[in-house]
Structure formats: structure tokens, C-alpha cells
């Protein structure tokens, strides 16, 4: 059973950091594209960041490039979202996702292009 689990939420005051983590288990492959996506209340799910099967292509969304940043480490399962600098406007439920139907350099942008999903993980950044 392909499972994906988020962790590494939390409260936080603005300018302050936090890491994600999402870690996957049950994929036929261990190379699958993986994108953030965050949702916050009211609001339709937005992608965040995205990093292709080779693992040498990312994608950020405007309202975080330079702030956030991607990364997997292959041997562990593990995807990582580092961001810093965090806003009020980045509070949200963040899911991490992934896919194994892309090609090995592209990074899809859209829900629809990630087969797998986590169950989410609270960001909540405070003014």
C-alpha cells in the first residue's frame, strides 16, 4: 500500500523557520516526482514546490521562491521542504505528493499531476 506521511508542522512566529518532512513507503519506484502543496481555509490547493524524478529540476511557486527550499534524499525515502523567512500568508495545511507517470525532468504544477498523496500536515505562522 503506497503510504506518504507528512510531519515537521507547527506554530510558529513570522521570520522564523520550520522543516518538513515527508516520508513515502509502498511505491514501485523509489525515484517518483514529488511536489508541496498547501491548502489554506477557504482557499483551493496551491502548489508550493515541485522536484522532478531525476531529482535535479525544482519548481517553486512565486510566493515562496527564496524562501523555501526542496529536497529528497533517495536512500531514506524522504522528501524535505526547509522554509525560512516564514509568513502569516504561509499558514496552511501542507501535503506533500508524488508520482511515478511523468517523465524524469519534468515537474508538474497542478493536484492533478500527482497520484499520491500525505494526509496533510498543519502550518500555522503567527504575526
Known amino acids: 500500500q503506497e503510504q506518504l506521511v507528512e510531519s515537521g508542522g507547527g506554530l510558529v512566529q513570522t521570520g522564523e523557520s520550520l522543516r518538513l518532512s515527508c516520508t513515502l513507503s509502498g511505491l514501485p519506484s523509489s525515484q517518483p516526482a514529488m511536489g508541496w502543496f498547501r491548502q489554506a481555509p477557504g482557499k483551493e490547493r496551491e502548489f508550493v514546490a515541485g522536484?522532478?524524478?531525476?531529482?535535479?529540476?525544482?519548481r517553486y511557486s512565486d510566493s515562496v521562491k527564496g524562501r523555501f527550499t526542496i529536497s529528497r534524499v533517495v536512500a531514506e525515502n524522504t522528501m524535505y521542504l526547509q522554509m525560512n523567512s516564514l509568513k502569516s500568508e504561509d499558514t496552511a495545511i501542507y501535503y506533500c505528493?508524488?508520482?511515478?507517470?511523468?517523465?524524469?525532468?519534468?515537474?508538474?504544477?497542478?493536484?492533478?499531476?500527482?497520484?499520491?498523496w500525505g494526509q496533510g500536515t498543519q502550518v500555522t505562522v503567527s504575526s
Open positions: 522536484l522532478s524524478r531525476d531529482g535535479l529540476t525544482a
Open positions: 505528493a508524488a508520482d511515478l507517470r511523468s517523465s524524469w525532468v519534468r515537474v508538474g504544477n497542478a493536484p492533478s499531476d500527482y497520484a499520491y
